[in-house]
């Protein structure tokens, strides 16, 4: 059982373009979502997170928006930058644990 | 540098054998995790541990076992190695709700190969 979807793969985006990466969600009980990146060969790294009561939450580049009712989240980059090539992940976060469950992730090149 | 770090970097195995990973802190952080990475799967949760000799299972605990028996440390120890569990293994330490990521920070990884 999938509980966060990354349903892309990998996208390519131009430099200096918008990039959009997409995630699906089915546990109503998240009480917040985080996004990650991790490049080849290292530990992933926190970007930008949301909480389950906010609709968007915005960090220099990066915005993410949260849609509740269609249990849909996205993190949008802009301008796109060719160091922004990485493996992009979505999590949920619950529990007293604070556990993550995340997507399957989405690999973003941007090309020049 | 936040602090985590694993050991070994890279092994090789073979089936049937014990395998001992491990994951170091400095931050005396309370939640540490251990994450398997696989092509399709993303990051999936082996094991946490919400205090000295207090852990719980995740979603995918089978054939895995873990120990905590001091605030830095945490081991994940493959009981007898297959070839399923071929993969890149995270340690994730946490100190929840302080501050806006909630605190997960991840080590670089362990990549492990059963042959």
């Known amino acids: 059982d999938q509980q966060v979807k990354q349903n892309s793969p990998s996208l390519s985006v131009q430099e200096g373009r918008i990039s959009i990466l997409n995630c699906d969600y089915t546990?109503?009980?998240?009480?917040?979502f985080l996004w990650y990146k991790k490049y080849p060969a290292e530990g992933p790294t926190f970007l930008i997170s949301?909480?389950?009561?906010?609709d968007k939450n915005e960090d220099g580049r990066f915005t993410v928006f949260l849609n509740k009712s269609a249990k849909h989240l996205s993190l949008h980059i802009v301008p796109s930058q060719p160091g922004d090539s990485a493996v992009y992940f979505c999590?949920?976060?619950?529990?007293?644990?604070?556990?993550?469950?995340f997507g399957t992730g989405t690999r973003l090149q941007v090309t020049l | 540098d936040a602090g985590i770090t694993q050991s070994p970097r890279h092994k090789v195995t073979e089936t049937g054998t014990p395998v001992t990973l491990r994951c170091h802190q400095t931050?005396?952080?309370?939640?540490m995790y251990w994450y398997r990475q696989d092509p399709g799967h993303g990051l999936r949760l082996i094991h946490y541990?919400?205090?000295?000799?207090?852990?719980d299972k995740g979603e995918v605990s089978d054939g895995y076992s873990v120990s905590r028996s001091k605030t830095e440390d945490f081991l994940l120890t493959l009981e007898s190695a297959t070839s399923s569990q071929t993969s890149v293994y995270f340690c994730?330490?946490?100190?929840?709700?302080?501050?806006?990521?909630?605190?997960?920070?991840f080590g670089s990884g362990t990549r492990l190969t059963v042959v």
């Open positions: 994730a330490i946490s100190a929840p709700y302080e501050g806006q990521n909630y605190g997960y920070t």
């Open positions: 546990n109503s009980m998240f009480d917040y």
């Open positions: 949301i909480s389950s009561i906010k």
């Open positions: 999590a949920g976060l619950s529990g007293t644990a604070s556990k993550l469950t």
């Open positions: 931050e005396n952080h309370r939640y």
């Open positions: 541990s919400y205090g000295v000799k207090d852990t």
